[in-house]
């Protein structure tokens, strides 16, 4: 890519997507950072390739910029001098403070916005994914543009910022990771053990009984498995996840739910169905004439499953 081994490198934009180096050195950085201009800066040292998006820089080149960084990784990497450099993308007023340490400056305050801003700010990768996604489904209604839409390349990393929200000065803004997304679905088994003990371990109020449980997208209900010890069949309750599940809508009367929710992690770990206990007619007389009410568990019969429990 260059006759000299350089460490150090920074490239303007154009319009026409074409780059022009720049002959600066890192410690007058600052001054070109300008507002309008999105610039390409290589830190081959730190394997990063830095794409620096000024807050009123135009659309055009924000769009291409990604492009561009990536032509330049190749190059890069064809030189057997160089490394792979993974590309890490920058906005004016929401600097990683990766970035900030790597050339000892200061965030940029933006003080002006481009209106669709929204468009070509960078966000998390999850949401530009299901933007795309949803972009594709509505193809049918009418055409749908916007340049966050056509980079779909993993090799970019993102600084994000969330829509509507106010910037907090100083303050790295995290990415969300597909690891993230998956917690947010639904829970591990390992995870859905721990809630299911802890919330069996929890008394019911007076005259109710527990129903079913919902941990994440799954149904639990009591299961009698029986075992034989030593010539004689004892019956254990355990709670398993339901694998038919009935169809449709079901309403539940009688019933109280209890919802028990993580303040910690801001999640509804789970949902306890309790069911009312029925009252059960008693006769108080041999000829049957009187009997009263009383409140008494009417147990549903549960399904008995031989155990491979053993002694």
């Not at 965030?107 to 972009?135: C, G, H, V, W």
């Not at 489904?137 to 966050?148: A, R």
């Not at 980079?151 to 907090?168: A, K, L």
Request: proline residues 3%.
């Amino acid at each position: 890519m260059t006759e000299v081994y350089e460490v150090f490198m920074v490239y303007d934009l154009e319009n026409t997507g074409e780059r022009k180096k720049l002959e600066i050195t890192q410690e007058n950085l600052k001054s070109f950072l300008n507002p309008e201009q999105v610039l390409i800066i290589v830190r081959e040292d730190l394997r990063r390739i830095f794409i620096w998006k000024g807050s009123k820089s135009p659309v055009r080149k924000r769009f291409i910029s990604s492009k561009v960084a990536q032509q330049i990784q190749k190059e890069l990497i064809t030189d057997s001098r160089y490394h792979r450099c993974k590309i890490v993308s920058i906005d004016q007023g929401d600097e990683l403070q990766e970035f900030l340490n790597a050339f000892k400056l200061e965030s940029m305050e933006a003080t002006e916005k481009l209106p669709d801003m929204r468009y070509i700010r960078n966000i998390e990768r999850e949401r530009m994914n299901e933007a795309q996604k949803l972009a594709k489904e509505k193809s049918s209604e009418g055409e749908y543009f916007s340049p966050l839409l056509e980079d779909t390349t993993d090799d970019v990393v993102m600084s994000s910022i969330r829509i509507g929200s106010s910037q907090q000065k100083g303050k790295t803004q995290l990415l969300m990771k597909p690891t993230s997304i998956k917690k947010i679905m639904g829970l591990s088994n390992e995870e859905k053990e721990q809630i299911k003990e802890r919330i069996l371990k929890k008394g019911v109020p007076m005259n109710y009984e527990r129903q079913n449980l919902i941990l994440g997208h799954s149904l639990y209900g009591a299961v009698s498995k029986v075992t034989e010890v030593l010539g004689k069949s004892v019956a254990d309750i355990v709670w398993e996840e339901i694998k038919n599940l009935p169809k449709g809508i079901i309403e539940l009367d009688n019933n109280k739910l209890r919802v028990y929710i993580d303040h910690n992690k801001g999640i509804v770990e789970g949902v306890e169905v309790l069911k009312k206990k029925e009252s059960i007619e008693i006769t108080t007389s041999k000829n049957n004439t009187e009997s009263i009410k009383v409140n008494a568990t009417k147990r549903r019969e549960l399904p008995k499953i031989p155990s491979n429990k053993t002694e």
